[in-house]
């Protein structure tokens, strides 16, 4: 059993090492960084218990042309497949005696 879980993380090491080399190196001749834009929504959890939605605009984000996060940002194939973006604002309980 030993054996298995030692063959499978250097597997996965050396995989993960390949597509880190590919991307620093350009191998196969490719742009490195590729852009998505995203949707960005805020969502909003009020005290009357009922949630709103506002539309907060479209950016763009940076993404690494490669099969494992690199550099800091997420893979394209990933990003490009989440194109919407949820930032979470509650504001509270309203059953909650003690606010401060």
């Given at each position: 059993?030993?054996?298995?879980?030692?063959i499978v993380v250097?597997?996965?090491?050396?995989?993960?090492l390949?597509?880190?080399l590919s991307?620093?190196?350009?191998?196969?001749?490719?742009?490195?960084?590729?852009?998505?834009?995203?949707?960005?929504y805020y969502v909003?959890?009020?005290?009357?218990g009922?949630?709103?939605?506002?539309?907060?605009?479209?950016?763009d984000?940076?993404c690494s042309n490669?099969?494992?996060p690199?550099f800091?940002?997420?893979?394209?194939?990933?990003?490009?497949?989440?194109?919407?973006?949820?930032?979470?604002?509650?504001?509270?309980?309203?059953?909650?005696?003690?606010?401060?």
């Open positions: 059993m030993k054996r298995i879980i030692i250097v597997l996965a090491g050396i995989l993960y390949s597509d880190f991307v620093r190196f350009r191998i196969p001749a490719r742009d490195t960084f590729g852009t998505v834009t995203l949707h960005t909003v959890k009020l005290k009357n009922r949630t709103e939605y506002d539309y907060a605009g479209d950016h984000v940076s490669s099969a494992f690199q800091g940002v997420k893979p394209c194939w990933y990003t490009s497949r989440h194109t919407e973006e949820q930032i979470n604002i509650d504001s509270g309980t309203p059953n909650n005696p003690h606010l401060f």
